[in-house]
C-alpha cells in the first residue's frame, strides 16, 4: 500500500520567495497533519484537518504560512515570503478516523531557504 | 496542553543488550500512546502503541509498559542490533487526534 507521499523531498531556495510543500496522505484516510522538525524545537504541530476542514492551526508560526486541503487526496502547505529561519523537515502525516489512532509520517521535506 | 518529557536523549548500548526509554506525560485524560522510530532521511515510522487501558504491550523485541498512576511509559528494546540504531519518540494523545511528541532519544546500538 502506498504510504504518506511528499514532495519535493529536498527544496533549497531565496529568501523571500514562496515555497509551497505537497502532500498525499494515505487513501481513506480523513486526518491530516503538517509538522515541522528542528534540532531545537523537535517535533512541532503546524495545523491539522479532519475531513479537509482545518481544525487546529494554533501552531502555524506566523501569517507568511498557510495550509490548504482542497480534496481528501491531497494538501499544501504555503510558506509566503519564506525566510532562512524557516529551514527544516516538513512533515505530513495522516490518520484514520476520530479519536486516537496511529498517525502515519511521510518521508519529508527539506527545505533550505539561503 | 499535555507535556511529554523522554529521557535520556542519547543512548548507547552493547550489541545484544536490552535499551529502555522513559516518557512521562501531564494530563491524566491522554490515553493513546505510540512510539516512534526515525532512521536519518526517513519520516517516523511506528513501532507500537498502547492504550490506556493497558499496562503491558509487547511485539517481539519491543515491548511498552504503561503506569497510568505514575504518568509514565516505557520502550524496552531486548537484543538489541545495530539497525536499531535510531531515534525513538515517544506520544501522548488525548481524545482528539492531536499528539504531543517528546523531545527524542537517540540509540546508538554498538556492533
Known amino acids: 500500500d502506498a504510504g504518506v507521499i511528499q514532495s519535493p523531498r529536498h527544496e533549497v531556495t531565496e529568501m523571500g520567495q514562496e515555497v509551497t510543500l505537497r502532500c498525499k496522505p494515505i487513501?481513506?484516510?480523513?486526518?491530516l497533519f503538517w509538522y515541522r522538525q528542528t534540532m531545537m524545537r523537535g517535533l512541532e504541530l503546524l495545523i491539522y484537518?479532519?475531513?479537509?476542514?482545518?481544525?487546529?492551526d494554533s501552531g502555524m508560526p506566523e501569517d507568511r504560512f498557510s495550509a490548504k486541503m482542497p480534496n481528501a487526496s491531497f494538501s499544501t502547505l504555503k510558506i509566503q515570503p519564506s525566510e532562512p529561519r524557516d529551514s527544516a523537515v516538513y512533515f505530513c502525516?495522516?490518520?484514520?478516523?476520530?479519536?486516537?489512532?496511529?498517525?502515519?509520517f511521510g518521508d519529508g521535506t527539506r527545505l533550505s531557504i539561503l | 496542553g499535555e507535556n511529554v518529557e523522554q529521557h535520556p536523549s542519547t543512548l548507547s548500548v552493547q550489541e545484544g543488550d536490552s535499551a529502555v526509554i522513559k516518557c512521562t506525560y501531564s494530563?491524566?485524560?491522554?490515553?493513546?500512546f505510540p512510539w516512534y522510530k526515525q532512521e536519518l532521511g526517513k519520516g517516523p515510522q511506528l513501532i507500537i502503541d498502547?492504550?490506556?487501558?493497558?499496562g503491558e504491550k509487547k511485539d517481539q523485541r519491543i515491548a511498552v509498559t504503561l503506569n497510568k498512576t505514575a504518568k509514565h511509559f516505557s520502550l524496552h528494546i531486548t537484543e538489541t542490533q545495530p539497525e536499531d540504531s535510531a531515534v525513538y519518540f515517544c506520544?501522548?494523545?488525548?481524545?482528539?487526534?492531536?499528539?504531543?511528541f517528546g523531545t527524542g532519544t537517540s540509540l546508538t546500538v554498538i556492533p
Open positions: 502525516a495522516s490518520s484514520l478516523g476520530t479519536g486516537s489512532q496511529p498517525q502515519h
Open positions: 487513501s481513506g484516510h480523513n486526518s
Open positions: 484537518f479532519n475531513n479537509n476542514v482545518p481544525i487546529d
Open positions: 494530563d491524566s485524560a491522554s490515553n493513546y
Open positions: 498502547i492504550r490506556s487501558n493497558v
Open positions: 506520544a501522548a494523545s488525548l481524545s482528539g487526534n492531536q499528539f504531543y
